[in-house]
């Protein structure tokens, strides 16, 4: 992160307040870039083994729908919570 806030101070006449603003927004962003990856591909990996298990016994389809979709409750949360951390960051 050295090396971007190098190429904000050299990119324009910022304040040092406005420099810091932009580095903690940047930072912010892209630690929630990073925390949007895993729940990504988790909810990825529930739904196609879901569909899956849906494809090899159809009968228990209701079953594996529901325990499905609170898998994905369950994964989202995590995205979520990357999103309150970047709120945090981002305003703190």
């Known amino acids: 992160m050295e090396a971007f806030s190098i ?3 050299q990119a324009s ?4 307040d406005e420099q810091k603003s932009i580095e903690a927004a940047s930072t912010a962003g892209f630690a929630y870039g990073l925390a949007a990856i895993g729940p ?9 083994k879901s569909v899956e298990a849906m494809a090899r016994q159809p009968e228990a389809a209701g079953m594996v729908r529901t325990t499905m979709f ?9 995205a979520l919570i990357g999103f309150v951390v970047f709120i945090l960051l981002k305003f703190a």
């Open 7 to 9: 190429l904000v101070q």
């Open 13 to 16: 006449g910022f304040t040092a």
């Open 40 to 48: 990504a591909l988790g909810i990825g990996y529930l739904v196609g």
């Open 70 to 78: 609170l898998g994905i409750a369950f994964t989202e949360a995590l």
